[in-house]
Antibody, heavy 118, light 108 residues
C-alpha cells in the first residue's frame, strides 16, 4: 500500500513562492510518474503537472511559467514550487501517483490547504 | 485544452435508485481515455473507472462506465448510502489533462 503525505506552509503571502513536498512511503518513486493536483475551496480539480521517475516534467500551460516540479529519489519525495502566488492560488494541494502508462491517479495524499494572504 | 462538462450538476436520489451521470467533452480525444473519480467531503478523490469502462481495483460492480468519442456516462446501478458524494470525470488523452466541474449525488 503506497502512502503519500504532503507537507509545507499553510499560509503564503501574495507574490511569494509556494513550496510543498510529497513524501512517498515506498521506493516505488523510482518506477512511477507523480503529479500535483489542486482544488480551490468548494471548486473542482485542476491538474498542475507531473514528473517522471527519470525527471521528465509536463506542466499545465496555464501554470507553466510559474511551476517547477522536482524529484529527490534518495529521499523518496517530490516537490512543487509555484511562484508569484495570488489569492487565486488558494487551494487544497494534492500529490498523487499515476497509473503506469496513463495520467490517471490511483493513490493520493490527503491534501494540504494553502492559503495565499497577507 | 479539452473542456469537460458534467450534467446534471446535482442529482437527488434515494438509496437503491439508479444514478446516471454524464460527461461531455468539447472535442474528441485519444480513444476512451476517460476516468471517473468519487470524492467525499474532506477526502481526496478515489479512482473508480478508467478507460471509460474499466473498474479500478476494489470498486464494486454497481459502478459502471460507458461511452466514446465525446460522450461518456457513469452509472451507479443501486445507490448505497456511501455512494452519496461528488463525482468527477477526467480526460487523459490530451495534455493538459482536465477534469469536469463535478456532479453531486445527494440524498433525496
Amino acid at each position: 500500500q503506497v502512502q503519500l503525505q504532503e507537507s509545507g506552509p499553510g499560509l503564503v503571502k501574495p507574490s511569494e513562492t509556494l513550496s510543498l513536498t510529497c513524501a512517498v512511503s515506498t521506493d516505488s518513486i523510482n518506477s512511477y510518474y507523480w503529479s500535483w493536483i489542486r482544488q480551490p475551496p468548494g471548486k473542482g480539480l485542476e491538474w498542475i503537472g507531473f514528473i517522471s521517475y527519470s525527471g521528465r516534467t509536463n506542466y499545465n500551460p496555464s501554470l507553466k511559467s510559474r511551476v517547477t516540479i522536482s524529484l529527490d529519489t534518495s529521499k523518496s519525495q517530490f516537490s512543487l514550487r509555484l511562484s508569484s502566488v495570488t489569492a487565486a492560488d488558494t487551494a487544497v494541494y494534492y500529490c498523487a501517483r499515476e497509473v503506469v502508462g496513463a495520467t490517471i491517479f490511483d493513490y493520493w495524499g490527503q491534501g494540504t490547504l494553502v492559503t495565499v494572504s497577507s | 485544452e479539452i473542456l469537460l462538462t458534467q450534467s446534471p450538476g446535482t442529482l437527488s436520489l434515494s438509496p437503491g435508485e439508479r444514478a446516471t451521470l454524464s460527461c461531455r467533452a468539447s472535442q474528441s480525444f485519444t480513444s476512451s481515455h476517460l476516468a471517473w473519480y468519487q470524492q467525499k467531503p474532506g477526502q481526496a478523490p478515489r479512482l473508480l473507472i478508467y478507460g471509460a469502462s474499466s473498474r479500478a481495483t476494489g470498486i464494486p460492480d454497481r459502478f459502471s462506465g460507458s461511452g466514446s468519442g465525446t460522450d461518456f456516462t457513469l452509472t451507479i446501478s443501486r445507490l448505497e448510502p456511501e455512494d452519496f458524494a461528488v463525482y468527477y470525470c477526467q480526460q487523459y488523452g490530451s495534455s493538459p489533462y482536465t477534469f469536469g466541474q463535478g456532479a453531486r449525488v445527494e440524498v433525496k
